[in-house]
Nanobody
Framework: QVQLVESGGGLVQPGGSLRLTCTVS????????VGWFRQAPGKDREGVSC????????DYADSVKGRFTISEDKATNMVFLQMNNLKDEDAGVYYC?????????????????WGQGTQVTVSS
């Protein structure tokens, strides 16, 4: 069974940083796509950053480029999202998602397996 578990969310002030962790199990860590998505109240779930386990090439939403960094540790089957210089509009529930296929577009509809999410609150 594919399982994804997020952690690392919390309350942070604007300009602060958080590091989210996603632990993935049930996939061959060498062949899958994984991504971070977020959803604010009343809004669609949007892709934040996705990465292919084949080559590790990341993709970022324009709104987070230069501030967020996705990375993976294949030894522990963990994927991270380092979020710096957080803004009010970054708030929401952050989900990690995975798909057995690689090079998936960073759109929610392409991902079949999801974690339960971790809340990120940005407030002064």
């Amino acid at each position: 069974q594919v399982q994804l578990v997020e952690s690392g969310g919390g309350l942070v002030q604007p300009g602060g940083s958080l590091r989210l962790t996603c632990t993935v199990s049930g996939f061959n860590p060498n062949i899958f796509s994984v991504g971070w998505f977020r959803q604010a109240p009343g809004k669609d779930r949007e892709g934040v950053s996705c990465i292919s386990s084949i080559d590790g090439t990341p993709d970022y939403a324009d709104s987070v480029k230069g501030r967020f960094t996705i990375s993976e540790d294949k030894a522990t089957n963990m994927v991270f999202l380092q979020m710096n210089n957080l803004k009010d509009e970054d708030a929401g529930v952050y989900y990690c998602a995975a798909d057995p296929l690689y090079l998936r577009p960073c759109e929610a509809t392409y991902y079949d397996h999801w974690g339960q999410g971790t809340q990120v609150t940005v407030s002064s």
